[in-house]
């Protein structure tokens, strides 16, 4: 069984980090959809870690899709593949609650607009770390 408790746990942490540092953030500068991936990283890589670990998993791969919901909104949601010892499937998925678009920069937004669905992979933390 996933630890989706552990999962949901960080991702809460790392949303609200994020919108205290968007309110709190003395610039206009806004965030590129790259910018808003490689925020998640840290926080995706212990989920993968905890998986392993706790459940003595093999993580094969993941998503992060961006999703534009309408002119104010955008959501998120992480897929995360695993199989354990005897090759069978497991996943993990988080999803975000709607975030504002206009934490977005303008690229970004017409980005996400013109293609609804942005999608970005996922590594392995060791190989995304070579």
């Known amino acids: 069984m996933?630890?989706?408790?552990?999962?949901?746990?960080?991702?809460?942490?790392?949303?609200?980090?994020?919108?205290?540092?968007?309110k709190?953030?003395?610039?206009?500068?806004?965030?590129?959809?790259n910018m808003l991936a490689d925020c998640y990283t840290k926080k995706i890589d212990e989920i993968i870690l905890n998986q392993e670990n706790t459940f003595n998993l093999k993580y094969i791969?993941?998503?992060m899709k961006i999703h534009y919901k309408n002119e104010k909104f955008f959501t998120i949601e992480i897929y995360l593949y695993f199989q354990d010892e005897k090759e069978e499937w497991k996943k993990t998925v988080m999803s975000s609650p709607d975030?504002?678009?206009?934490?977005?920069?303008?690229?970004?937004?017409?980005?996400?607009?013109?293609?609804?669905?942005?999608?970005?992979?996922?590594?392995?933390?060791?190989?995304?770390?070579?």
Not at 2 to 21: G, H, S, T, Y
Not at 106 to 129: G, M, R, T, W, Y
């Open 61 to 63: 791969a993941g998503e």
């Open 99 to 130: 975030l504002k678009i206009k934490y977005l920069n303008q690229e970004s937004v017409i980005k996400l607009k013109d293609q609804k669905v942005v999608v970005f992979e996922i590594l392995h933390p060791d190989e995304a770390n070579n």
């Open 24 to 33: 709190n953030s003395e610039s206009d500068e806004k965030l590129s959809l």
């Open 2 to 22: 996933i630890n989706r408790n552990f999962a949901k746990e960080l991702m809460l942490d790392f949303l609200e980090d994020v919108v205290k540092q968007l």
